[in-house]
């Protein structure tokens, strides 16, 4: 039995055929001024290619017979990244930020999270506002409910409610995602940012790099207490201020 490492691998995507890479005997063939040359003996088509400087390539391997292009390859290649960079960068891809927070949360706190978590749906994600709940605080949901009524308040103007304030276990939570006016900004910001990236890359420019507000990072992530489930510091973890039996 061998011992050695499995390596998962990602699939590879299909590799083009040009030249003498494609072994079928015919292909139906597109000149470079685009025009149908119809069906040809492969060798006939690649020869055609050559005599004119040029490469032939497959470019619908599935047609019958498949079709293949004479076309100049490195500048096909060059076309196709073009397009995939300016789909990816057309695609608006919406992330889904949480900010934690506890009943006890005070507020400058609460004001804290309300400026991170506009900043995450101004750059066009979904904010996840969180209430956790330790030992007894359960009892008390309506304090959780105040605050998240409040948060979504502040975030009106911004965001449409995806998800009203509800019980997740011991945890009450909400959800807000960007208006469709602030995503249609998004999207035009960071069409201009990789217009910019294009523009440094051409002059040989290196991009800047751009850290998370350390305001915002915090936000994040409710700072958990010394005492961890035990608020009342009575040693019994249930948070209500009496001792165990």
């Not at 397009?83 to 990816?88: A, D, H, L, V, W």
């Amino acid at each position: 039995m061998s011992n050695g490492r499995r390596f998962s691998r990602e699939p590879r995507a299909p590799q083009i055929r040009i030249n003498h890479r494609i072994r079928v005997p015919e292909v139906r063939v597109v000149a470079e001024d685009g025009s149908n040359l119809g069906v040809l003996p492969t060798g006939d088509a690649i020869r055609r290619a050559q005599e004119a400087g040029l490469d032939l390539v497959e470019v619908n391997p599935k047609g019958t017979p498949p079709v293949c292009k004479i076309l100049d390859f490195g500048k096909y290649k060059y076309e196709e990244k073009k397009k995939q960079r300016e789909t990816k960068r057309k695609q608006t891809v919406v992330e889904i930020k949480e900010i934690k927070l506890r009943p006890k949360t005070d507020d400058h706190d609460m004001e804290v999270k309300v400026r991170a978590a506009r900043k995450f749906a101004e750059a066009g994600n979904k904010v996840r506002f969180t209430v956790r709940f330790r030992g007894r605080e359960i009892t008390h949901p309506e304090v959780a409910q105040r605050q998240l009524s409040y948060l979504l308040k502040q975030m009106e103007d911004l965001c449409n409610i995806e998800q009203n304030p509800a019980m997740e276990n011991r945890a009450m939570a909400a959800v807000v995602s960007p208006k469709p006016q602030v995503m249609q900004r998004v999207a035009q910001e960071r069409a201009q940012r990789e217009k910019d990236r294009e523009k440094a890359r051409a002059e040989g420019k290196s991009e800047p790099f751009n850290a998370v507000p350390e305001e915002e990072e915090e936000a994040l992530h409710e700072p958990d207490d010394d005492d961890d489930d035990d608020d009342d510091g009575d040693g019994d973890g249930d948070g209500d201020g009496e001792a165990a039996n």
